[in-house]
């Protein structure tokens, strides 16, 4: 069946340095993927998504990775900052999904040291 | 903030009880969904509704129902709780109700069963 998962639970990023969140995903027919940050108390928010048809995408500090051959997607944040800190989910939308449906990911958290 | 609200923010109730989780979509938005987060399943897709019709559907139990009013806001029922039905329930809601539509999310109403 379709799963989203991740590889890191816990990553500890001194502020300044970038930080790399990994996630592999299952369906291959998947076309439309998003990473979200959750931050303690609050809900997820979106943060950068990425079609199926780029391999690259760049926001603001952010770039997300996609490798559709080994079905892997990534998160860069450059000049992780504390604000960064907080758990970050991969989510996929499967191309067969009706609605909108998002199938996310375990987590990743992300503890960045002053 | 995102512009989804959620009422109560917590809510401690006992096993075999009922409760209705509300949620207000962001304003001009037309689809709300249900989403559950857990500790040990993470956060799963419940349901979609779209302009008062039901759109998607996951893995949701039949002891929980959901509906959208025509003032657009939803509302999700509990029924019947048991202890693992405590988690953090999240709305988040979108203009469109079509896949790769940004979703906001809420801040979520903490659900503790006792």
Known sequence: GESVGLHLPTLSVQEGDNS??????????SDYFIWYKQESGKGPQFIIDIRSNMDKRQGQRVTVLLNKTVKHLSLQIAATQPGDSA?????ENGIKAAGNKLTFGGGTRVLVKP | DSGVTQTPKHLITATGQRVTLRCSPRSGDLSVYWYQQSLDQGLQFLIQYYNGEERAKGNILERFSAQQFPDLHSELNLSSLELGDSALYFCASSVDQGKNTEAFFGQGTRLTVV
């Open chain 1, 87 to 91: 758990v970050y989910f991969c989510a």
């Open chain 1, 20 to 29: 790399i969140i990994n996630c592999a995903y299952s369906n291959s027919a």
